[in-house]
């Protein structure tokens, strides 16, 4: 019964909505930290309810990736609050000295950054922490964005296709005429 109300509920809002709908909630769901929103049973049942798959999995990337940077932009803003300024006396200037554990990261990102990111952001794995480390760190916003892009948008486009493909046999077996 549930499978009866849910599926033409859901084509509606795909229909009233469209792609539009599924950037939105993609740059939401993301951009809330530590707090999991359901954007890849969103992206799940766009594709299978009627959008093109592939336009979802990359609106869906894409808009995931514009989310991730509001973890990026709090590890940046964080780095700033824990800066202590150290007074080297020997040259009487002021440094900023930061954690061993932000300066581990540097050199992480410095060696493998682009592609820890890429891979992290296609895994289910709990994304937040890599966004606020590599904002942290200083880890370059270009090379950040670009890595998240790649890896969401081959996560989306996989659960796209999925849902495409899955969504017409769940129908048949689950809905009753």
């Not at 929103?37 to 514009?66: D, E, R």
């Not at 554990?101 to 950054?113: N, P, S, W």
């Not at 937040?128 to 998240?148: H, P």
Request: with cysteine; charged share 15%.
């Amino acid at each position: 019964m549930l499978w009866e109300n849910f599926i033409p509920w859901a084509q509606q809002l795909i229909v009233e909505f469209s792609y539009i709908a599924v950037f939105a909630v993609s740059v939401l769901s993301t951009s809330t930290v530590f707090v999991p929103l359901p954007i890849y049973v969103v992206i799940f049942f766009a594709a299978g309810l009627g959008l093109h798959p592939l336009i979802v999995g990359i609106l869906a990337g894409f808009g995931s990736a514009v989310g991730e940077l509001f973890g990026y932009l709090i590890g940046l803003g964080s780095r700033y609050v824990t800066e202590r300024e150290v007074v080297e006396k020997s040259k009487e200037k002021v440094v900023k000295k930061t954690s061993r554990f932000v300066r581990r990261f540097e050199k992480l990102f410095e060696k493998y950054g682009f592609w820890v990111i890429v891979a992290t952001a296609f895994l289910p794995f709990p994304f937040d922490f890599i966004g606020i480390l590599s904002g942290a760190s200083k880890y370059d916003i270009k090379k950040f964005y670009i890595g998240v892009s790649i890896g969401k948008i081959a996560k989306c486009l996989l659960i796209a296709y999925a849902g495409y493909l899955t969504i017409p046999y769940m129908r048949f077996f689950f809905v009753t005429t």
